[in-house]
């Protein structure tokens, strides 16, 4: 047996815990309690059941980007997020200024804006998904 002073809120705990080679607990005890009559005999604790890997979801599958174009301008995520709304399909015109993504960040929506003049190659990124800052949201020409 081996006792342990435990204070939890402020109250001063006196337990004992037993080691048999599985997972036990002993029940908590005032500290004013300290005979060895007082003290309750440790319960063991039944183990949390196992996770199958069939429960796991899998992420799914989605198509490799293909490369860049040598020097095509780029939209990239300023910080993580989820995309929450497309505001431009591939093969639409846009101007600088102009909103084409809209990134939600710690509860706030924020406009993703075409950095300059031209027209959207391709769009990298769907409703729902999450960004880290860099990636790559948008592909101009």
Do not use: C, H, W
């Not at 109250?11 to 908590?28: D, K, N």
């Not at 992420?59 to 929450?84: F, R, V």
């Not at 710690?106 to 190659?121: F, S, Y």
């Amino acid at each position: 047996m081996k006792k342990f002073k435990v204070t939890v809120n402020g109250q001063s705990y006196e337990v004992e815990v037993e080691e048999i080679g599985s997972v036990t607990a002993a029940a908590p005890v005032p500290a004013a309690a300290t005979s060895a009559s007082a003290v309750p005999a440790a319960t063991p604790v039944s183990a949390a059941p196992a996770v199958t890997p069939a429960a796991v979801k899998a992420p799914a599958a989605t198509a490799p980007k293909e490369p860049l174009p040598e020097g095509a301008p780029t939209i990239k995520a300023p910080m993580p997020g989820k995309i929450s709304a497309l505001k431009a399909e591939p093969g639409q015109t846009v101007a600088r200024g102009d909103v084409v993504v809209v990134l939600e960040a710690m509860k706030m929506q924020n406009d993703i804006t075409a950095p300059q003049d031209g027209t959207i190659v391709e769009l990298r990124v769907q409703v729902g998904d999450s960004v880290k800052t860099g990636d790559i949201l948008v592909v101009l020409k």
